[in-house]
Each structure stands twice: as C-alpha cells, then as structure tokens.
C-alpha cells in the first residue's frame, strides 16, 4: 500500500486521470504473457510525457518505491510483472512518432509506440522497422528494447540492439540521461548497448532513436517437406555454407504441422520436418538464390517443395507457423512453451536427447524453431488434472534449458530471463559472471527499485516457477501472435 | 610507491623471469593467460599500480596519455582457439593480430566481416578497446554487431564471461558491449566470440569523381535507399576534389545489372562511374600517417558539408556511408578545429582527435555526454583504486 501522501504526488506528478488504483482496474496490470504469475500492484501510472515519466520515477527514488515499465503487457517471461509494494509505468498513452528522418533511416519514438506502426508509417517511404517479433501487431518498441526483442528475420536482419541508436532513459536514481547518438560511436561507454534487454533492472526508457531499413525489392518463400528435422536441419547448415544469407529459416515437426494445420489450414504437405525458407533482396539475386536452395532442399531428401511468390501465398504461409503456438492448445489441454538456442550443428543431436527425455517422462514436445540461429521453440504438452504431471512438465522444460547450455547455447534467444527464468540464468552463467553483471546493475539502480527481484537468480528458496500456456485475451480474440 | 625489486619478484613468480621486461620506469610483462592476468591485476591493484594493456601498440596514442607502471603485453595470448565453421562462430585470443585471425578464418571462406586498422599489428583486443572499424561497417555493422561472447578480467582478478558462443541469446547483460570502445578502462580483454561471415563471391568497386563534394553526397543518400547490395561506401575528400567509392557485393550473374544501376544513378547527378581495384580502401589507413588526425561522426546527410569543411580547412578526409569520418589536418590548423568540432556535435555527431602535434593541446574527446556520472560510477564498480588505464577516456575516467 502506497500512503495517501506518496498518491498526492503521483497524482500531481501525472494528473487524476493518469493514476489508477482502484483493485478491479488494476488487475489489468497483474502479469504479462506469463499468466501463470499474477501480482497486483500498488498503483499504476499513465504518464503522457518524459517529463511525467521522470516526475514518477523521481517520486519512487526518493521513497524507494519499486516499479517496472510496462507497454502491451505480451513479454513471456514475466518481465513486466509487478512488485506488490510497486508503480506500474504504463506506456499506454505515450504512442506518438516524433521524427522520422527517411534520408538518414531513422525514426525517433516514444516507448509506447507499437512495433508494427514504426513500419506502417515509413511504409510509403520504401522502408519498414526490421526486428519483427510475433507479436509486433500490439508489442511496443519500449517492451522491444527492455526485451532486445528478435523476431523470424533477425536471421538477417539482427535483433533489437542492432537498430537501437539513441535512448532517452529516467535512472532509477531520478536522473534523465541520453544514452548512444543518433550517428554512430558517440564518445564514451556503450550505454545504449548495455541498456538494451536489460529487461527493465536499469531504468526505463521514454524513447528513443532507431535504424529503418529500405524494403527488398521483392521476397519469396519456400516450403520443403522432409521425412527427417535432421534432414531439414542440414539443408539449413549446407544453404548457410552455401554463402546464402536468408531473411528466414524455420522448421516445424509433425506435431506442430498438424496444430498449425488444424487451426488455420495453411496447407502444409503432411511430413515429419517443414523447412521454411524466405529469401529478401533485388529481384536477380533472389531468383539465382532460390534456385541454388530448391536444389540443397532436393539433395537432402526433400520430397516436396512449394514457392510462395505473391504477398497472399506468403502470408498464408507464415500464418501457419505463427499460429503453430497458440494451435497447440488443440493438441493438449496444457502446454508450456520454452526458448532456448543452441549452436546450429546441434540440431539433430539436441532434439534426438529432447525426444528421449520426453519420453521417459511420457510426455510429448512439439517442436518449432528458428533454425538459421538455432532457436528452439520446445512446446511441452501435458494435462494438469492428471496428478503429478504439470509437475513433470515444468521439470522437464527446464531440463530441456539445460540442454540447451549443456551444448554452448542459451536460455533464452528472444523471450528473456525476467521471472521465469532467473535460476536457469545461474545454470548458464557462473557467479563470477553474475558478480560482474550486478556491478553494472547496482552502477545504474543503487537501491534496487528498477523491476527489482527479476533477471538475477534468487535464492535457492524461492524455487524455479514456469508454468503452462494461458493465452493472452489478445491472442484468445485473434488480434494477436505472440511467438 | 614501492620499489622495482618488490613488483619484479612477484610479477616473476606469476608470468616466469624470461616475460618480464624493463623499460625504464614501467615493467612490461606478458602472461600466458586470464588466469595469470588475473594474479597480475590482483596484485596490480592491491599496490595501486597503474596498468595499461598493450596488443600491437599501434593506437596507444589515442585518449589521454597514461604513464604505467606495468605494461600488460598480450601477445601470449595469440590463439584462434575454436572456429567451428558450420556454426559461423570463432573464438580468438585477445592478443592474436587480426590479420592471424582472418587467415584462419579464411580456409572455410569465412571471415569477420570488419576491416580494422594496420590488421597485421593491431589485436583483437585493441580493436574492440578502441572500438575500431572501416568500411565494411556499411554491410555488417561494427563490433557491437560482430561479437557475441567476451571473456574479461577485472582489476579485482575476477575472471568473468559475457554473451556466449551462440548468435541470438538474450540471457542477461550484453556486458561486451560496455567493454567495446571503453579503452581498457574497465577490465582487460583475454577472449572474444565473434559471429562470421561467408566471404563474398563477387565484388566491384567502382569510383565516382567530383570538384564539390555535394553531388557525391546526394550519391551517398541514393545508394542507401537504392537496391543494389552495397557492401562498403566511403568518400574521399582531399584539397583538390572528392572521389566516392563504392563496393557492390552479389552473385556474378547480378553484379553487371548492378553496376549499371550504379551508373544510372550516378549521371542522375550529372556524374559517371569507373571500376577501380581494392587499393582505394586504403584511403582512411593512408590518413592516420599525418601528424594532425580526427574521427568524425555524424548523420550521412551531413557527409558532404562536412567533408567541405574539412577541405576548407586544408585537410583531407575519408568517411564511410555510415557517417564516420577520419580526417587528416595541416599542423597549423590548432584552433580551427574548435568550430568544426562544435558544427558536429550541434548536428548531433562528435570529433575526437586522435593525434595531434605535441604543441596542440585540444582536448581529445569533446563535450561530455549527460551520462557521464553514470560511466563514472560503472568505473568506479569495475575498478575501484582506478588502475586500469587511469585518465585515459573521457572525463578522465
């Protein structure tokens, strides 16, 4: 409970209208992607400028009030979940475009801005925003930055950080700060690179400057059936080493084929690996590309494959793969969906030991992956009214994390450590690693208020908690794919 | 202050008596690894002697200048320890030269797509302290982009890794990315995992001349939004004309069409382009030999008024599309840089200067970022008795 006289500031600090704290409107604020978690928070603010945000934070600095930002509220790690004694800085109102600089490829925004109108605006221009996570419809760039959100084609056009130049953050200590430039290698340390994916611990961004990048002048998509995702996987390996860089590569097992199939029928042919391929550039050099693919695709077994040329054959294409989460739901009543990366020649090696564990556990997995950059996407099935197996569940999605560090990888390629994954971040990095971090950490936000008790592993005590799928009302509503 | 005996023994004991060396006042000594590094540091800091970390040697000179007591010489640490080529990913030893590294790379085609610096001296590890990167950047991007996992010693002796051997990984601190351009101020390099990149199967530069810079510069802003895949682009500007210089990269069966795209666009602004060889890109090396040397940056729109400034001010420049600047000054130029330095940081750039006659005395970073209590504060966390590189970066961190 905040004190009526530290209310009286907010409400100064953001207006009447900008605070909310009656119980049933906060619930709105009571978790992100990760449903699983819920808390309620003290109080939630609506500011509608940087100067309002800094008002808000300077209030929480001087009586040590935790808070997170928060845009749409679709992280899938519990990032923006709320502290119960904190603020919640809803982005909600800052939604305004405040640059766009078409000859120097540059847009400035605030933090509330959703992905997908960065790209409709400069539309017209020829260009488009390039990290394209699933749920851009509705995600804002502020979440993207907390995040370093990816997407299908960071494969080639990287994440997040790579188009992040200039960042206008509040310090969990109530100072404003310009982070980075908007021309490259601003004199200093690399702020801008360390706050971004910070996943809200040092602070939180009101806007900020980013890189846009000139459309293609024409895209193709090919879908390649295999009787193997060892297969697919090599076919991945060989169009790599064949020195063709697509804009996207994804493989979707027997299980997720049928999901997608069953849910939006995109006419996937019936086989044990998919291989999506979509390739971006001048017309000339996609054609000679495409060819030189369909042919490493027929060498490695490849029974069928379909090009998709027109903007309605693509999309209904990707429709399939994007909705291979949510549709897994019709296999299984409860699911839990995991993100980890491993070296890309790992592939074959990696899903075969996943396939063993499931089976020991008497589970089934569901796999779909990013596979230019070795993301894998485990979607563990399960039922919670069988006694004992959400359990094995969790135990087994985090084994599979294991795995995947066991194996050089990570813990998480797009998705983040937030709560979710805070033990696992102990299990990839060892604590002099983590000292090292916590010395950047306490740098930015001495007194621990910035989303405070996310990221960083706890104790022991605390435990591990994932938890199954509960679809976003979004994505229940079909407004949105969040994967 | 203690004396030579007292820091030789236990520097002996660490690193052995043949990687020791004498230079006067500072003692040059060169480990064999982090772990050795780390009892250095530790001891370093524990009796509060300054240390400067040294690769090629070959941008000591730029930042403020640093006396050290104890020279940490890399070149033991000159490995390229893993290049697993189906995975496009390397991990190198801080200490090996970049030219080592690429040929390693080079027998699976594959390489770190930036151009660096005198290669066959400078380090990796200098690189990335510096920051340093050349017309490739256009491409493939700088450093920041190109690396995804470091190991770093800490002036405490702490032995840390950051990022991880694979592309895409968002698991805690970017923390290379703060050890990228820092100067050696916040720990001493020891390894670094790049991402690769295949070597290009085809490439044409081509060359295209003017009096004035400003056509070119409209050049520039048209070949960004044009599609044609250009790898490298850089203008080059000396006191009587400007050359701009352009790099295609793409499959033998494209580049023709490519190139007359190029053309095209290149008599839109009443001019025409010729093929040249690769000698070109030596421009921006070719103008660190000068006695007056600056980095500019700034918005590509601002490429060619700047460039004119620059000739205005009897120098001579080399910058990339990507808007960053080496210039070459005449000795006397002195003071009149200071308005050109504050025209680029009014249009949102900066210039540093990274050589300069010994009678000069400006100031080499220019004015200083809103965040600066906060790289001082990072400073302090990773190096509280300030040993590693002291006064080196801006502000005197």
Redesign the interface.
Request: glycine letters at 10%; a positive charge; charged letters at 20%.
């Given at each position: 409970m905040l004190s009526a006289a530290i209310l009286a500031e907010l409400r100064d600090a953001v207006g009447a209208d900008g605070l909310i704290v009656e119980r049933n409107q906060l619930q709105t604020y009571e978790c992100d992607g990760l449903a699983v978690l819920r808390s309620l928070p003290a109080a939630v603010v609506l500011p509608r400028s940087t100067a309002q945000v800094h008002a808000v934070v300077r209030i929480c600095a001087r009586h040590h009030i935790p808070f997170v930002g928060r845009g749409a509220g679709t992280g899938l790690s519990g990032g923006a979940l709320p502290d119960d004694r904190g603020i919640v800085i809803s982005f909600g109102r800052m939604t305004r475009i405040l640059a766009t600089d078409i000859p120097n490829q540059r847009v400035t925004v605030e933090a509330g801005v959703v992905n997908a109108h960065v790209t409709q605006r400069v539309t017209p221009a020829g260009h488009f925003y390039a990290p394209d996570p699933s749920s851009q419809s509705v995600c804002t760039i502020g979440g993207n930055v907390a995040e370093n959100s990816g997407g299908a084609h960071c494969l080639k056009y990287g994440f997040t950080t790579n188009h992040v130049l200039a960042l206008e953050v509040v310090l969990p200590t109530g100072e404003l700060v310009h982070l980075g430039s908007p021309t490259l290698d601003a004199p200093g340390y690399d702020l801008a690179g360390v706050f971004v994916g910070s996943e809200g611990t040092l602070g939180v961004a009101s806007s900020m400057t980013m890189r846009i990048v000139r459309r293609p002048e024409t895209v193709q998509v090919l879908l390649a059936a295999f009787d193997s995702i060892s297969a697919a996987g090599q076919t991945v390996s060989d169009i790599i080493a064949a020195s063709i860089l697509p804009a996207a590569m994804e493989i979707m097992d027997r299980l997720a084929i049928q999901a997608a199939e069953a849910a939006v029928h995109p006419h996937y042919p019936e086989c044990e690996a998919l291989l999506l391929v979509e390739v971006d550039g001048p017309f000339a050099e996609v054609d000679l590309h495409m060819k030189q693919i369909r042919e490493l695709c027929k060498a490695n077994g490849a029974w069928e494959d379909r090009l998709a040329e027109s903007e309605q054959e693509r999309l209904l294409v990707w429709k399939g793969r994007k909705a291979a989460f949510a549709a897994a739901g019709r296999l299984s009543p409860d699911y839990i969906v995991q993100d980890g990366v491993i070296p890309r020649t790992k592939l074959p090696v990696v899903l075969e030991q996943v396939a063993e564990m499931a089976a020991s556990t008497g589970l089934r997995v569901c796999n779909v992956f990013h596979a230019g950059d070795g993301n894998l996407h485990p979607l563990v099935l399960y039922d919670r009214s069988i006694p004992g197996q959400e359990e094995l569940a969790v135990d087994l999605s985090m084994r599979i994390l294991y795995l995947c560090v066991d194996h050089g990888g990570s813990i998480t390629g797009e998705h983040g450590v937030g709560r979710e994954k805070q033990q696992a971040l102990g299990y990839m990095y060892s604590e002099p690693d983590l000292d090292t971090m916590q010395r950047v950490r306490c740098s930015f936000d001495p007194d621990n208020i910035s989303n405070p008790d996310k990221l960083f592993p706890r104790p022991r005590l605390c435990g591990e908690k994932t938890g199954k799928y509960t679809p976003h009302p979004l994505e229940t509503a079909g407004v949105a794919e969040f994967f | 202050m203690i004396n030579t005996q007292d820091i030789t023994a236990p520097l002996t004991a660490i690193a052995g008596a043949e990687h020791l060396r004498s230079l006067g006042s500072t003692i040059a000594v060169a480990p064999a690894n982090s772990e050795e590094i780390a009892a250095i540091l530790r001891f370093a800091q524990e009796n509060r002697l300054n240390v400067v970390p040294y690769g090629g040697g070959t941008k000591q000179g730029w930042g403020y200048t640093v006396q050290p007591a104890l020279l940490l010489e890399m070149h033991r640490l000159n490995v390229l320890r893993e290049h697993?080529w189906?995975?496009?990913?390397c991990t190198v030893d801080a200490g090996c030269t970049w030219a080592a590294m690429q040929s390693g790379l080079a027998q699976h085609?594959q390489y770190v797509a930036l151009d660096p610096l005198w290669p066959e001296r400078a380090t990796v590890g200098g690189i990335i302290a510096t920051?340093d990167s050349g017309v490739l950047?256009l491409g493939y991007?700088?450093l920041?982009?190109l690396i995804i996992g470091m190991t770093?010693v800490?002036a405490d002796g702490?032995?840390?890794?950051?990022g991880?051997?694979?592309?895409?990984?968002?698991?805690?601190?970017?923390?290379h990315?703060?050890m990228?351009?820092?100067f050696g101020t916040?720990g001493v390099i020891t390894s670094v995992n790049f991402r690769l990149?295949?070597?290009?199967?085809c490439t044409q530069g081509f060359t295209v001349a003017a009096p004035a810079a400003e056509p070119l510069g409209k050049l520039i802003?048209k070949l960004?939004?044009?599609?044609?895949?250009t790898v490298a682009i850089q203008l080059r500007g000396t006191t009587t004309g400007f050359d701009l210089d352009i790099q295609l990269a793409?499959?033998a069966?494209?580049l023709h069409?490519?190139a007359a795209a190029l053309e095209a666009m290149a008599q839109s602004v009443g001019l025409s382009s010729r093929a040249v060889g690769g000698e070109v890109w030596n421009a921006r090396q070719e103008q660190m030999d000068r006695d007056f040397v600056c980095?500019g940056?700034?918005?590509?729109?601002e490429i060619a008024r700047f460039a004119e400034h620059v000739r205005g001010l009897g120098g001579e420049s080399v910058t990339q599309a990507?808007?960053?600047m080496i210039a070459g000054f005449p000795a006397a130029s002195g003071e009149r840089l200071v308005p050109l330095r504050r025209d680029m940081e009014e249009a949102?750039?900066?210039l540093?200067v990274l050589k300069q006659p010994s009678e000069m005395k400006l100031d080499c970073?220019?004015t200083l970022?809103?965040?600066?209590?906060?790289?001082r504060?990072?400073k302090?966390?990773?190096d509280p008795e300030g040993i590693l590189n002291p006064g080196r970066?801006?502000g005197g961190i």
């Open positions: - | 697993t189906q995975d496009m990913t085609g920051n950047r991007g700088g920041r982009d770093i800490l702490t032995v840390a890794r950051t991880g051997k694979v592309v895409k990984n968002v698991a805690g601190y970017d923390l990315k703060l990228i351009g820092a916040l990149h295949s070597m290009p199967q802003l960004l939004h044009a599609q044609v895949s793409s499959l069966e494209v069409t490519q980095k940056t700034m918005l590509p729109s990507t808007g960053i949102s750039g900066s540093m970073w220019g970022p809103d965040s600066l209590p906060l790289m504060e990072i302090r966390r990773f970066f801006l």
